[in-house]
Nanobody, 127 residues
Framework: LTLVESGGGLVQPGGSLRLTCAGS????????FGWFRQVPGKDREGVSC????????NYADSLKGRFTISRDDAKNTVYLQMNGLKPEDTAVYYC?????????????????????WGQGTQVAVSS
């Protein structure tokens, strides 16, 4: 499975971005997906995840209400809608996939769960 992220960029505080993760090589409904972010010198942080069924999601406590993860298996794509962006959201954002049973309702934000990673997309929040 190959993952390619897009949609990052520079945005002012309070603004919005939608990140896209496009998968190829296998049907996306074989996977749970996660979004992670990393700033230099810090560990990669689990932002959000979504189960293979799409029925379960999970978010870092600090992001609840601002970020929304979703998936469109017809397009082999996962999204992260980010609203109310803050300077501390500045990071490289990565998409990751964990092989799971179809229609599963499990996902997690631990980095070690994931089998495949994208190359990352930079998000910068600044005025």
């Amino acid at each position: 499975l190959t993952l390619v992220e897009s949609g990052g960029g520079l945005v002012q505080p309070g603004g919005s971005l939608r990140l896209t993760c496009a998968g190829s090589g296998r049907p996306s409904d074989d996977y749970a997906f996660g979004w992670f972010r990393q700033v230099p010198g810090k560990d990669r942080e689990g932002v959000s995840c979504i189960s293979s069924s799409g029925g379960s999601t999970n978010y870092a406590d600090s992001l609840k209400g601002r970020f929304t993860i979703s998936r469109d298996d017809a397009k082999n794509t996962v999204y992260l809608q980010m609203n109310g962006l803050k300077p501390e959201d500045t990071a490289v954002y990565y998409c990751a996939a964990e092989l799971r049973p179809k229609n599963d309702h499990v996902c997690g934000r631990a980095r070690g769960r994931y089998d495949f990673w994208g190359q990352g997309t930079q998000v910068a929040v600044s005025s």
